[in-house]
């Protein structure tokens, strides 16, 4: 990936250029500054943005809706023909939109911000309801549905992660450099997957991009019942131990309280 430099325009605009090229004339992308100190939101930046948004505001209307105070705002369940639909529903629809839109009509500058925008709209709702796409059943408010404030907290931090740019492959193909990065890369992976088999299903999508997350979460002990237990800890019956004792309800608790403060407390209650 080549590296990219922003540049002050005529009027303070920032605009940036792809280095090493010179080829690049003023069509390059257009970022909006922020502030008199030079800061630049990027696209990755709208999108980090956008899901973040989506996701607390959709939360806030779902508890409100929930609670039975929704009618009070004008806020309510929408079906169509008697059929509950779901806010997925709309997300999966602007990002189809906004795919479309990228791929025919490849804006830049301020244009691919605001589809960055509005992508994340799109992933914010879909995302929030990742638990419903999972057990291809409403969850939103059961104990499954937390798996969606998973899901979010993934997504906003690998989106965060690029948006300072990611050049997980440098240098020219062959070099010592391109191998180094590469043999980097599949390390990386290697340990994701690790972690993944080992029940760590976070800490694997976060350490795809943040290694150091990848490789504490492997060299860790797995949790119950995940596929690494079942298969390296069967004849270790002290490891088993320590894992049961280490991954307990107290455990599963403190998280649980994190999740159900940010999206709220699981129940028998529809979605929003």
Request: charged share 15%; glycine share 16%; with cysteine.
């Amino acid at each position: 990936m080549v590296a990219g430099r922003a540049e002050a325009g005529p009027r303070g605009d920032a605009v940036g250029f792809g280095a090493g090229s010179g080829v690049l004339p003023a069509v390059a992308a257009i970022n909006v500054s922020v502030g008199g100190g030079g800061a630049v939101l990027g696209p990755m930046m709208w999108l980090f943005v956008a899901v973040l948004v989506t996701f607390l505001v959709t939360r806030a209307v779902t508890r409100l809706i929930r609670s039975g105070r929704g009618g009070r705002a004008g806020l309510g369940n929408v079906s169509i023909a008697g059929n509950h639909v779901h806010h997925q529903v709309f997300g999966i629809l602007i990002i189809i939109g906004t795919g479309i839109v990228l791929v025919s009509a490849t804006p830049q500058g301020v244009a691919l911000s605001a589809a960055a925008a509005v992508f994340g709209v799109g992933v914010g709702l879909t995302v929030d309801e990742f638990a419903l796409w999972l057990h291809l059943k409403d969850v939103y408010w059961a104990r499954e549905g937390r798996k969606s404030v998973d899901a979010i907290f993934c997504v906003l931090v690998v989106t965060g992660a690029l948006i300072g740019g990611a050049g997980f492959v440098s240098g020219d193909v062959g070099t010592a450099d391109w191998w180094v990065s590469v043999a980097a890369v599949a390390v990386t992976l290697l340990l994701s997957v690790i972690c993944l088999l080992k029940g760590k299903v976070v800490t694997g999508v976060i350490g795809i991009v943040i290694g150091v997350v990848a490789l504490v979460g492997a060299v860790r002990l797995a949790k119950p019942g995940s596929w690494w237990a079942a298969h390296r800890y069967a004849s270790r019956p002290r490891r088993t131990a320590r894992a049961a004792r280490r991954y307990d309800q107290r455990y599963e608790a403190r998280w649980n309280r994190v999740r159900d403060l940010v999206a709220g407390a699981p129940g028998r209650e529809r979605p929003g």
